[in-house]
Nanobody
Framework: QVRLVESGGGSVQAGGSLRLSCVASGYAEESFIMGWFREAPGKEREGVATIDTGAGSTTYADSVKGRFTISQDNAKRTTYLEMNNLKPEDTAMYYC???????????????????WGQGTQVTVSS
């Protein structure tokens, strides 16, 4: 059974940076699609970024393009989300997710992702 554990959240001032990590365990597949999602209070969960761990291709939400970078270290089975120039509107619980079954991993469809981590809180103050 695939398990995902996030870390790296915290509180920063606007303009600051954070790096989130998501360590995956318990799977045998060579590659699949990993994603980062976030959920702010009173809002629906939204996709932030995805990466194909085999091909290395990435997608980003328009709201984070140019500020966030998703990357993968397959040797460590870890997916990272580097977040720069953080804004108060980036405040949310951030979740990593894995599409180990469908091979779709679409940013706009969280239903493509079958496994989720417990989340890590990011708070950005103005």
């Amino acid at each position: 059974q695939v398990r995902l554990v996030e870390s790296g959240g915290g509180s920063v001032q606007a303009g600051g940076s954070l790096r989130l990590s998501c360590v995956a365990s318990g799977y045998a597949e060579e590659s699949f699609i990993m994603g980062w999602f976030r959920e702010a209070p009173g809002k629906e969960r939204e996709g932030v970024a995805t990466i194909d761990t085999g091909a290395g291709s990435t997608t980003y939400a328009d709201s984070v393009k140019g500020r966030f970078t998703i990357s993968q270290d397959n040797a460590k089975r870890t997916t990272y989300l580097e977040m720069n120039n953080l804004k108060p509107e980036d405040t949310a619980m951030y979740y990593c997710a894995a599409d180990t079954m469908y091979g779709l991993g679409r940013l706009q469809d969280e239903g493509d992702f079958d496994t989720w981590g417990q989340g890590t809180q990011v708070t950005v103050s103005s």
